[in-house]
């Protein structure tokens, strides 16, 4: 079976974030074809426009990261019912330049964790928005909506729920399914590429 490389986006930059440790909890729970990097956003000055016509390095180096991903996964805390600055930031650095969208045609999934019941549902819908305009496939069931509680994940990722490590287990599963699905759909002669019996057109 094809390995898939699969660059995931952690949504906080807080050093003991509830999501690094449920994204610890995913990469372990994940079928073996994929393989796992992080792309770090911390690192990202503002976003501007002034940057399209000479992006600097740390952009560039993003543009990149997302590029080389066979998929994107976003495990985000939500802030203030909405996606967290340093993520959206993140999102339009490798948007950009127009054009140069290195989201599109990407398969994502979304996932968070919170203290509240909700578990980032509101940041998530808000999410789903923003790349269904990048033109960012999405993995739209199962919705993945973590209430954290300490006592069960542990700092190594392990889920001492077994309920919970079922759903997470067959999250990761169905996303895996989902990237196949939507790299094969992107191959050459598919609906949407170029007619393949052109003559240098």
Known sequence: ?????????????????????????????????????????????LYSPDFDADY????????????????????????NRSIPGALKNAIDWGSRPWGTNSFARKPTGIIGASPGNIGTAVMQSSMRSVLSFLDAPQLNSP??????DHAVFGDDGAVNDPQLEKFL?????????????????????????????????
């Open 1 to 45: 079976m094809a390995t898939h490389q699969i660059g995931y986006l952690i949504g906080s930059l807080a050093s003991h974030s509830i999501n690094r440790t449920l994204t610890k909890a995913l990469i372990k729970l994940a079928p073996e074809e994929l393989e796992f990097t992080e792309i770090p956003i911390g690192n990202l000055p």
């Open 56 to 79: 600097p390095p740390e952009g560039r180096a993003f543009k990149d990261a997302v590029e080389a991903s066979d998929g994107i996964l976003f495990i985000s805390p939500e802030y």
């Open 143 to 148: 919705e993945a909506y973590v209430k954290f």
């Open 169 to 201: 287990r067959h999250f990761m599963e169905e996303y895996a399914a989902f990237v196949q699905r939507v790299l094969a759909a992107n191959a050459p002669g598919h609906i949407g590429d170029s007619d393949p019996y052109s003559q240098g057109e």
